[in-house]
């Protein structure tokens, strides 16, 4: 059972807005940083945010980080089809002295 | 550019031992801390371990903590992972992966990840 907990799930058509939630607590997002992966199957996982709301070079300004408190969130604008894949929030947990992952969210395109 | 090439994934049976490595190329390796990553057959990713840039200290999940021991060389720009008292629950694929800033915990890139069976 993950420290940090996501939805399962988000769809949405193409073009639409969706947002994926991560929520964790004072001894990790609270504290520390919070960084989004985009995982493919079968590829390596690619960092998509990192510092709460920056975005790596090439990575498109449809994606966007923010947090507050102790909950952080992924939007995305425009979805687009090859946007259909797993994203997962991360942070280091003091208490654990760890790095912690969500369970992931799967985002489907309708 | 980058490369993190990982290997040393075999089929092992439960209890057994394994020596996981990652070469590293394209950047200054003992700049920056390393970690270890793995994503089980349930498709989560699980952080697993991180080695500090000079391996002056290292830190590990719960998960594996007293049976895995992560180390490197920097003069052969390698990162290794010893697993001892390997479990089923072991089995993943573990990715290697360098830190972005250095010491930012931010894992960027990611190597494509060598395949670790346990299994009798």
Not at chain 1, 68 to 94: F, K, P, V
């Amino acid at each position: 059972q993950s420290v940090l907990t996501q939805p399962p799930s988000a769809s949405g058509t193409p073009g639409q807005r969706v947002t994926i939630s991560c929520s964790g607590s004072s001894s990790n997002i609270g504290s520390n940083s919070v960084h989004w992966y985009q995982h493919l199957p079968g590829t390596a996982p690619k960092l998509l945010i990192y510092r709460n709301d920056q975005r790596p070079s090439g990575v498109p300004a449809r994606f966007s980080g923010s947090k507050s408190g102790t909950s952080a969130s992924l939007a995305i604008s425009g979805l687009r089809s090859e946007d259909e894949t797993d994203y997962y929030c991360a942070a280091w947990d003091d208490s654990l002295s760890g790095y912690v992952f969500g369970p992931g969210t799967k985002v489907t395109v309708l | 550019e980058v490369q993190l090439v990982e290997s040393g994934g075999v089929v092992v049976q439960p209890g057994g031992s394994l020596r996981l490595s990652c070469a590293a190329s394209g950047f200054t390796f003992d700049d920056y801390a390393m970690h270890w990553v793995r994503q089980g057959p349930g498709g989560g990713l699980e952080w697993v371990s991180l080695i500090t840039w000079d391996g002056g200290s290292t830190y590990y999940a719960d998960s594996v903590k007293g049976r895995f021991t992560i180390s490197r060389d920097n003069s052969k720009n390698s990162l290794y992972l010893q697993m001892n008292s390997l479990r089923v629950e072991d089995t993943a694929l573990y990715y290697c992966v360098k830190d972005k800033y250095g010491s930012s915990w931010t894992l960027d890139p990611w190597g494509q990840g060598t395949l670790v069976t346990v299994s009798s």
